[in-house]
């Protein structure tokens, strides 16, 4: 069989570069050798790209940097060369793949910047293209553009942090009026609450925009819903469909945190979540709809509130979801009848039917 020839990025310039690594580590493990020659382009959180041909294990902890087992890679925009120029001691070379896997979180890889990259180079990869990463990594135009077809979601206000420092007394005020507190504080384009603080009164509000502000000069601010929080795992491309089941978080801390998401698992996760069939079925059919209006092709995990059982409220959309031993994506679809390698390859099959 003429085995498939794929790219698999991760790491990245982002604070959730740790995250991608144990994600790609787990997404690598679970590709068919038999399918595909794999090839593993690491990337540093200084930017630097390099095809990593040493132990897998060395990916998890970050120690393949150190390798020997690496030579400089660059993505090439010539169509022409459809790959990666790899550099040598004597010369360089084209490694010409079929599909690009980004298993990249956060900025700088699942924010469209990296899928331009992959566009203009007219490769085939995995997910989300340009537009619709950029815009489901923008909360705030998300919240925007999916109230402008009626779908509800949690109150919500956003400014930019130099405004807010000119005249934080103004933004104070409109929270106040708008939303009360409690609210969460977070950075309008980051993923995996990272920079997201719960807010209870106005003294906490100076500290958390700050720490918000760290991630990106945009500021997201939101109702704190008291509710079940539960997501839907979507895949396809112009007919997209929801899994069956739906999953729910019982978080350990006071909100579903970075470390409760990818590194403490003591959060507990209820496959099918403890809802109702007919509320399970209106979520599938809002996730799928949220999707389509968004252009997102490929995968995506919808993420939800559920307020007194029945109140449906949509909070976000990744494009590119953990893929780690405890992520909740692959598990929705082991749940609901698709393996964790049979995923993989129906996103690929995706992938290449977008080429």
Known sequence: MNRKKIAVLFGGCSSEHEVSRV???????NLSKEKYEIYRIGITKD?????????????PDGSWEQSEQKRPAYLTPDRGAAGFAVCGPDRTEILKVDCVFPVLHGRNGEDGTVQGLLQLSGLPF?????LSSAVCMDKAVTHTLLAGVGIKQAQYLWFYYSRYLKNPDKVRIKIGARLGYPVFVKPAGSG?????????????????????ATEGEKILVEEAVSGQEVECAVLGN???????????????AAFYDYDDK???GKSRLYIPARLSDEVTQELRAIAVRAYRTLGCRGFARVDFFVRGKTEILLNELNTIPGFTPISMYPKLWEASGLSYGGLLDRLIELALEKA
């Open 47 to 59: 930017g630097r790209w390099y095809l990593y041909e040493g132990p897998l294990d060395s990916i």
């Open 23 to 29: 994600s790609a580590y787990s997404v690598i493990s």
């Open 126 to 130: 995995v997910g989300c293209g340009t």
């Open 192 to 212: 995996s609450s990272v920079g997201v603080s719960r807010v209870n009164s106005e003294e906490e509000l100076d500290a958390a925009v700050r720490l918000a």
């Open 262 to 264: 990818y590194k403490s």
């Open 238 to 252: 112009e007919e997209p469909e929801a899994a069956a089941l739906i999953g729910e978080i019982a978080a350990s």
